[in-house]
């Protein structure tokens, strides 16, 4: 319930007493760049790009981190604010090795965005840019510390958002890196693949292995889902180039998972594509199998079902759900041994 005012850009604003000037700024409409900010966590402060200019204060100040107070009087579009996101855009350009057209990010990098928006080209510092090799000895996740700005949200998501704990910063100055422990490759470390890192990393610093080479952005479309993993019923977005998944990633403002998934839900989508996957059903015939039309098959399995109920009874049939199915699914086939076949014979894998 908002019970504070401030001036937000020479309107007055209402907020609730603990908000940041970023979170009043947004829910009034206000853009404000950020890279380090990541929803729900805790603010860094890291990246500065969301500085704001406050009446009275010494310097300009990072909205994500500052908590809105009482009659503040706060400016985000003023030419000294402009000028220090420049200053900033410029100096993480000049950190890395930013190659905009080689990158598997082009087109998603809010680097490459900002640096377009407010008119930053490389080149003005020399920088220190350390040339890191790629790491790509694992089958998912693909790391170019070369491209890390150093936001720590792959820090944020990987320890207060998932709570895996695999990774953290490491080492100082010019040579601070994300780094799991003993900054091993991913595959040797506590990671468990979730890809959280790679949905909330703002460059191409880390990216889908899988997805790699088989489409930008601008070419693919997105498809909303939900996960066919288990009965949580996460949304997801398919990325799709001419019919073909070419990555998944977690719908960011839904519930349940509000952007997470699990190392299933991102990653293991293979089986649609698979050319041995089964797309009619099989009858079994003499020892051998061929393939039936779904009437036929149903009808098959139907009629056998009645033959057994009507020669041993009902409860001589029993029925056991899978764990990977959806809860609907679940419910169904407690309802079709209940109701349709008559036992109480129904069960679920994940009990076993
Ligand atoms: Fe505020 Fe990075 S978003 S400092």
Known sequence: MATAKLRLNGNEVEFTPGDTILQVAWRNGVKVPTLCYLKDCTPTGACRMCLVEVTG??????????????????????????????????????????????????????????????????????????????????????????????????????????????????????????????????????????????????????????????????????????????????????????????????????QPNRGRLCVKGRFGYDFIHSPERLTTPLIKENGEFREASWDEALDLVANRFMEIKEKHGPDSIAGVSCARSTNEDSYQMQKLFRAVIGTNNIDHCART
């Open 57 to 254: 204060a010494r310097t300009l100040v990072a909205s994500c981190a500052m908590p809105a107070a009482q009659g503040m009087e706060v400016f985000t579009d003023t030419e000294k604010v402009h000028r220090a996101r420049r200053l900033a855009i410029e100096l993480l350009l000049s950190s890395g090795e930013h190659n905009c057209l080689l990158c598997e990010a082009n087109g998603e990098c809010k680097l490459q965005e900002y640096a377009y928006e407010y008119g930053v080209s490389a080149g003005r510092f020399e920088g220190t840019a350390k040339h890191y090799p790629i790491e790509d000895s694992n089958p998912l996740i693909i790391r170019d510390f070369s491209k890390c700005i150093l936001c720590g949200r792959c820090v944020q998501a990987c320890n207060e958002v998932q709570v895996n704990r695999a990774i953290g910063f490491g080492y100082r100055g010019a040579e601070a890196k994300i780094i799991t422990t003993g900054d091993r490759p991913y595959d040797q470390s506590d990671c468990v693949f979730c890809g959280q890192c790679v949905q909330v990393c703002p460059t191409g610093a880390l990216t889908e292995k899988k997805a790699k080479g088989l489409g930008r952005p601008w070419e693919t479309k997105k498809i909303r889902t939900t996960c066919p993993y288990c009965g949580v019923g996460c949304q997801m977005w398919l990325h799709v180039k001419g019919n073909r998944i070419i990555k998944v990633t977690a719908v960011e403002e839904a």
